[in-house]
């Protein structure tokens, strides 16, 4: 069974939450896809303060027989809490949430069942962890749904200079999830979706294609990046923050013929 769990651990990518993201920003609630970022990255944020703080082991700290190669490569840092459970929580629950039907509610209870557990079976978090990480997560979903992240005026510009301004003065050594989680909110902060999704099927498939095209070519070129440069706090922060201007405003400005102004 360590085949099908490790296939359910990897829907916690960052890759995938990277296309429901951006799938849903364009073609469902531009709006909602922008509260649901700030959410998100604070979810991803307010996950690495706890892991880092507490700073304790995993089933496989002392003893690495519990869990496999390919297990052990799922799980990066301290386990409490679980970032797989916490931010599966938030982002499948934030929708869900959002959109306010049974069916979607269905699918993302079963997406954060799924995942969470896999965590446990894979033995690399204790239940714990996992189920901190669910609560965490539940919060966030919660913000996502009812949250007001003001943005008019100075504000759009001075909140994401200042948590670019806190990564570019990150210690060296600090975990670079900060670093990840300060460019998203930044980015998040930023961007201001004033765009309608496609009606017509068409549309909607050539923005979803051509889209996620852009907005991997820009991730996996800044990932190109030398090690030694993505790990300063800055660039990283920068790196994340550009891939969502890219895909809030830069693809809607390229495809607007598709993602037309409101």
Do not use: C
Not at 137 to 145: E, R, W, Y
Not at 157 to 167: F, N, R, T
């Amino acid at each position: 069974m360590e085949s099908f769990w490790l296939a359910v651990t990897n829907l916690g990518r960052d890759e995938v939450f990277i296309v429901a993201l951006a799938l849903y920003t364009w073609l469902v609630n531009p709006r909602g896809g922008r509260d649901l970022g700030v959410a998100f990255a604070l979810s991803y944020l307010v996950n690495t303060a706890v892991k880092f703080g507490f700073d304790l082991g995993r089933p496989f700290t002392n003893d690495p027989g519990l869990a496999s190669e390919a297990a052990r490569r799922t799980a990066g840092g301290p386990g409490l809490p679980s970032g797989h459970a916490q931010m599966a929580a938030t982002l499948w629950g934030g929708i869900a949430a959002q959109v306010g039907r049974r069916g979607m509610w269905i699918l993302a209870l079963v997406l954060i069942a799924l995942i969470a557990y896999s965590r446990i079976a894979l033995n690399v978090h204790y239940p714990i962890d996992v189920i901190v990480g669910l609560l965490l997560g539940a919060v966030f979903a919660a913000l996502a749904f009812r949250g007001h992240f003001p943005q008019e005026g100075a504000l759009r510009w001075l909140i994401p200079l200042i948590l670019l301004a806190l990564a570019a003065f990150l210690p060296a050594g600090t975990p670079r999830e900060y670093g990840t989680s300060l460019g998203l909110l930044a980015g998040f902060w930023f961007v201001r979706p004033t765009f309608a999704p496609p009606r017509d099927a068409a549309g909607r498939v050539i923005v979803g294609v051509v889209g996620l095209l852009i907005v991997f070519a820009v991730f996996f070129g800044l990932g190109a990046l030398p090690q030694a440069v993505k790990d300063i706090g800055l660039v990283r922060a920068l790196r994340y923050a550009l891939l969502v201007v890219v895909a809030v405003e830069g693809v809607p400005r390229l495809l607007r013929r598709w993602l037309p102004g409101t």
